[in-house]
C-alpha cells in the first residue's frame, strides 16, 4: 500500500472528497430529473414535488461550492505538507509535479470552483424571477459540474496512489529554472515575447470588455489566462522572490513572501471568471455589468501588481533580473 | 381575485396517502366576503393556508390577481403575502414579547419600508381597528377582544385586498364576535376580498351580501 494513504491529511481529505462525490450523485440524479420531468406550466403533483426539490438541489449545490471551495485550500494545504516527505520536493509545487496527474487534478479542481460558481450566478438571478427562466441553464451547469467533480475524483484517487515517495522529484528552481533539463517557456516564447503578449493580452481583453463584444472578450480572456500563467512563473514571480531561478507558482503563497500569491492568483482567478460569466449570461440574456467591471477591475489590479513588482526591484537596485 | 382549480391536498403518513382537499375549484370575484363552511377537519384551515401561501397544495392551480401563488419562489412569496393577503389567525397569533404597535410593524419588515412611514401605517391601522388605545401594551395585558383588534390592525397594515380570516370568533364571547364581524363589514365595505373560514353559527346571521362554500371531508358539499 502507497504510504501516502496512512498520512493523517491525505486520509481526510479523501474521506471528505468521497463524502462530497455521495453528495454530488444524489445532485445529479435530481437534476436529471427536474431536465427530464420539469414543466413550469403544470400544476401537477409531480411538478408541484419538482419545485419543492429544486430548493434542496439548490441548496445542495450551493453546500458543495462551499465545502469544495475549502477542500481546495486544504488539499494545497496536505501537498504542501507531503513535501517533507517526498525527496526533492520543497513545496507543493514540486509535490503537484510527482506525477502526471497532478496538474491535471488542480486544473479540474479549479475548473469545478469556476462552473458551481457560474450556477451560484445563475441561480441567483434565476430566483428573481417569478417563472425560472434560467432553470435549464443552471441545471445543465450543475450536470456539468457534477461530470466534473466524478473526474476530479478519480484524478485524486489517481494522483494520491501514483506518488512514489522513493522517486525524487523536480521542483522550484530545477524545474523552471535555468539548469541544465529546465524547462523552456511553451510555445516557443522568449521572455520579451512572453511580456510582449501579456501586456497586449491584457489590453485586448480592457478593450474587448469596454466594447462588448462577446467572442473576442472570451477568446482574449482565455489566452491571457494561459499567458498570465507563464508570466507569473517565469518572469514577474522571480520579482517577487528577488531571485533569477525561483520559478515557483507557489511559494508566493506562503507567509515569507507576505501572501502576495493568494492577491495576486485570486486578482487572476475571478477577473478572469467575471468576465467568462459576462459573456456566458450576456449569451442567456443577462447583461450583469457589474461582472464586467469587476472583471476590469480585478485584471488591471493583477497586472499592476505584477508590473509593479518589477518596477519596485528595478527601482531599488537600479537593473533587472 | 381568487381562482382556485382541481386543487388536491393530501399528506403520506406511513405510506399511505389522507386525502384532506379534494378536487377544489371555485372563484371569489374582488370585493366578495365568502364564508367557507365546515365541521372541524373538513379542510378549512388547510385550504385558507394554500390560499395563504403558508401551505403548498399537491397538485392543483391556486391564482391570487392572477399569480399562481403555490409556484412562486421563496422571496416572491414573502413579498406577495405581505403585500397582498392579510391573514387573522384563531389564536391571534401576536408575538407576546412585542408591544401591540411592534406587533403590527411586522408584516412590513418583507416590504422594506421606512421606519416612520411603517409607523404612521401602523397607527393607522391600529386606529381603524379601534385598538390604537392600546398600543404600546403587551398582548399578554390585552383581553380576547383586544388581541383580536390587534390581529385585524395587523392584518390591515399593508392595506392588502384579500383578508383571510381562520375561525376568527372561536376564542371570543358573543358581544366581542358580534363587534370583529361588525369590523369585518367596515373592511368589506371598503372593497376587501374577505373569506372566512368558521364553523360558529353566529355568522349564519349576518344581514350583508356573501356567499357560501360548504365543505365536508374535503370536498366542497
Same mark, same amino acid.
Given at each position: 500500500?502507497?504510504?501516502?494513504?496512512?498520512?493523517?491529511?491525505?486520509?481526510?481529505?479523501?474521506?471528505?472528497?468521497?463524502?462530497?462525490?455521495?453528495?454530488? !450523485?444524489?445532485?445529479?440524479?435530481?437534476?436529471?430529473?427536474?431536465?427530464?420531468?420539469?414543466?413550469?406550466?403544470?400544476?401537477?403533483?409531480?411538478?408541484?414535488?419538482?419545485?419543492?426539490?429544486?430548493?434542496?438541489?439548490?441548496?445542495?449545490?450551493?453546500?458543495?461550492?462551499?465545502?469544495?471551495?475549502?477542500?481546495?485550500?486544504?488539499?494545497?494545504?496536505?501537498?504542501?505538507?507531503?513535501?517533507?516527505?517526498?525527496?526533492?520536493?520543497?513545496?507543493?509545487?514540486?509535490? !503537484?509535479?510527482?506525477?502526471?496527474?497532478?496538474?491535471?487534478?488542480?486544473?479540474?479542481?479549479?475548473?469545478?470552483?469556476?462552473?458551481?460558481?457560474?450556477?451560484?450566478?445563475?441561480?441567483?438571478?434565476?430566483?428573481?424571477?417569478?417563472?425560472?427562466?434560467?432553470?435549464?441553464?443552471?441545471?445543465?451547469?450543475?450536470?456539468?459540474?457534477?461530470?466534473?467533480?466524478?473526474?476530479?475524483?478519480?484524478?485524486?484517487?489517481?494522483?494520491?496512489? @501514483?506518488?512514489?515517495?522513493?522517486?525524487?522529484?523536480?521542483?522550484?528552481?530545477?524545474?523552471?529554472?535555468?539548469?541544465?533539463?529546465?524547462?523552456?517557456?511553451?510555445?516557443?516564447?522568449?521572455?520579451?515575447?512572453?511580456?510582449?503578449?501579456?501586456?497586449?493580452?491584457?489590453?485586448?481583453?480592457?478593450?474587448?470588455?469596454?466594447?462588448?463584444?462577446?467572442?473576442?472578450?472570451?477568446?482574449?480572456?482565455?489566452?491571457?489566462?494561459?499567458?498570465?500563467?507563464?508570466?507569473?512563473?517565469?518572469?514577474?514571480?522571480?520579482?517577487?522572490?528577488?531571485?533569477?531561478? @525561483?520559478?515557483?507558482?507557489?511559494?508566493?503563497?506562503?507567509?515569507?513572501?507576505?501572501?502576495?500569491?493568494?492577491?495576486?492568483?485570486?486578482?487572476?482567478?475571478?477577473?478572469?471568471?467575471?468576465?467568462?460569466?459576462?459573456?456566458?449570461?450576456?449569451?442567456?440574456?443577462?447583461? !450583469?455589468?457589474?461582472?464586467?467591471?469587476?472583471?476590469?477591475?480585478?485584471?488591471?489590479?493583477?497586472?499592476?501588481?505584477?508590473?509593479?513588482?518589477?518596477?519596485?526591484?528595478?527601482?531599488?537596485?537600479?537593473?533587472?533580473? | 381575485?381568487?381562482?382556485?382549480? *382541481?386543487?388536491?391536498?393530501?399528506?403520506?403518513?406511513?405510506?399511505?396517502?389522507?386525502?384532506?382537499?379534494?378536487?377544489?375549484?371555485?372563484?371569489?370575484?374582488?370585493?366578495? %366576503?365568502?364564508?367557507?363552511?365546515?365541521?372541524?377537519?373538513?379542510?378549512?384551515?388547510?385550504?385558507?393556508?394554500?390560499?395563504?401561501?403558508?401551505?403548498?397544495?399537491?397538485?392543483?392551480?391556486?391564482?391570487?390577481?392572477?399569480?399562481?401563488?403555490?409556484?412562486?419562489?421563496?422571496?416572491?412569496?414573502?413579498? %406577495?403575502?405581505?403585500?397582498?393577503?392579510?391573514?387573522?389567525?384563531?389564536? %391571534?397569533?401576536?408575538?407576546?414579547?412585542?408591544?401591540?404597535?411592534?406587533?403590527?410593524?411586522?408584516?412590513?419588515?418583507?416590504?422594506?419600508?421606512?421606519? *416612520?412611514?411603517?409607523?404612521?401605517? =401602523?397607527? &393607522? =391601522?391600529?386606529?381603524?381597528?379601534?385598538?390604537?388605545?392600546?398600543?404600546?401594551?403587551?398582548?399578554?395585558?390585552?383581553?380576547?377582544?383586544?388581541?383580536?383588534?390587534?390581529?385585524?390592525? &395587523?392584518?390591515?397594515?399593508?392595506?392588502?385586498?384579500?383578508?383571510?380570516?381562520?375561525?376568527?370568533?372561536?376564542?371570543?364571547?358573543?358581544?366581542?364576535?358580534?363587534? %370583529?364581524?361588525?369590523?369585518?363589514?367596515?373592511?368589506? *365595505?371598503?372593497?376587501?376580498?374577505?373569506?372566512?373560514?368558521?364553523?360558529?353559527?353566529?355568522?349564519?346571521?349576518?344581514?350583508?351580501?356573501?356567499?357560501?362554500?360548504?365543505?365536508?371531508?374535503? *370536498?366542497?358539499?
Amino acid at each position: 500500500m502507497n504510504p501516502l494513504f496512512l498520512n493523517n491529511q491525505v486520509i481526510v481529505y479523501l474521506f471528505s472528497e468521497a463524502a462530497l462525490l455521495a453528495l454530488t !450523485i444524489l445532485l445529479f440524479a435530481k437534476i436529471v430529473k427536474f431536465l427530464w420531468f420539469w414543466d413550469f406550466r403544470s400544476y401537477s403533483n409531480r411538478q408541484l414535488k419538482l419545485e419543492k426539490e429544486a430548493y434542496l438541489a439548490m441548496t445542495i449545490a450551493t453546500l458543495l461550492f462551499t465545502l469544495k471551495s475549502v477542500l481546495l485550500i486544504f488539499f494545497v494545504h496536505t501537498i504542501d505538507k507531503l513535501s517533507l516527505i517526498i525527496p526533492g520536493a520543497m513545496c507543493a509545487a514540486g509535490v !503537484i509535479s510527482a506525477n502526471s496527474y497532478g496538474m491535471d487534478l488542480l486544473f479540474i479542481k479549479l475548473t469545478v470552483i469556476f462552473t458551481l460558481l457560474l450556477f451560484l450566478i445563475a441561480n441567483s438571478y434565476d430566483l428573481q424571477a417569478k417563472t425560472y427562466p434560467l432553470f435549464r441553464f443552471k441545471s445543465w451547469v450543475l450536470i456539468i459540474a457534477s461530470g466534473l467533480i466524478f473526474i476530479e475524483f478519480f484524478l485524486d484517487i489517481s494522483y494520491f496512489t @501514483h506518488i512514489d515517495t522513493s522517486t525524487p522529484v523536480s521542483c522550484c528552481s530545477a524545474l523552471f529554472g535555468n539548469l541544465e533539463g529546465a524547462n523552456p517557456l511553451p510555445f516557443g516564447l522568449d521572455i520579451t515575447k512572453l511580456l510582449l503578449l501579456f501586456y497586449m493580452l491584457y489590453l485586448g481583453t480592457i478593450i474587448a470588455l469596454t466594447l462588448e463584444t462577446k467572442t473576442i472578450t472570451l477568446l482574449t480572456l482565455l489566452l491571457f489566462g494561459v499567458i498570465a500563467y507563464y508570466g507569473v512563473v517565469y518572469f514577474f514571480g522571480t520579482y517577487i522572490y528577488e531571485l533569477p531561478t @525561483h520559478k515557483c507558482p507557489f511559494c508566493m503563497l506562503q507567509r515569507e513572501y507576505y501572501y502576495v500569491g493568494y492577491l495576486l492568483w485570486g486578482s487572476l482567478f475571478f477577473g478572469l471568471f467575471f468576465g467568462v460569466i459576462w459573456v456566458i449570461m450576456s449569451q442567456v440574456g443577462y447583461n !450583469i455589468t457589474k461582472a464586467k467591471w469587476a472583471s476590469m477591475l480585478l485584471l488591471t489590479l493583477f497586472v499592476a501588481l505584477c508590473s509593479l513588482y518589477v518596477a519596485i526591484y528595478y527601482s531599488k537596485n537600479g537593473v533587472l533580473l | 381575485m381568487v381562482v382556485v382549480e *382541481q386543487l388536491n391536498r393530501w399528506y403520506t403518513i406511513d405510506k399511505k396517502r389522507h386525502q384532506i382537499l379534494k378536487d377544489i375549484s371555485f372563484h371569489v370575484k374582488r370585493g366578495d %366576503f365568502v364564508l367557507l363552511r365546515g365541521v372541524s377537519g373538513s379542510g378549512k384551515t388547510t385550504l385558507l393556508s394554500i390560499l395563504a401561501g403558508l401551505e403548498k397544495p399537491s397538485s392543483g392551480k391556486v391564482l391570487i390577481d392572477g399569480e399562481p401563488i403555490a409556484k412562486l419562489p421563496d422571496i416572491h412569496l414573502s413579498h %406577495f403575502r405581505a403585500k397582498k393577503v392579510g391573514i387573522i389567525f384563531q389564536h %391571534f397569533n401576536l408575538i407576546d414579547s412585542l408591544s401591540l404597535q411592534d406587533n403590527v410593524l411586522v408584516p412590513l419588515v418583507a416590504l422594506k419600508i421606512g421606519l *416612520q412611514e411603517a409607523k404612521a401605517m =401602523a397607527e &393607522r =391601522a391600529l386606529k381603524s381597528a379601534n385598538i390604537a388605545h392600546k398600543s404600546e401594551a403587551y398582548p399578554t395585558k390585552l383581553s380576547g377582544g383586544e388581541k383580536q383588534r390587534g390581529a385585524i390592525a &395587523r392584518a390591515i397594515v399593508a392595506d392588502p385586498p384579500l383578508l383571510l380570516c381562520d375561525e376568527p370568533t372561536a376564542n371570543l364571547d358573543r358581544a366581542n364576535s358580534l363587534l %370583529f364581524i361588525d369590523a369585518l363589514h367596515k373592511l368589506h *365595505q371598503e372593497g376587501k376580498t374577505i373569506i372566512v373560514a368558521t364553523h360558529d353559527p353566529i355568522f349564519d346571521a349576518i344581514d350583508f351580501p356573501h356567499t357560501i362554500i360548504d365543505l365536508k371531508d374535503g *370536498q366542497i358539499v
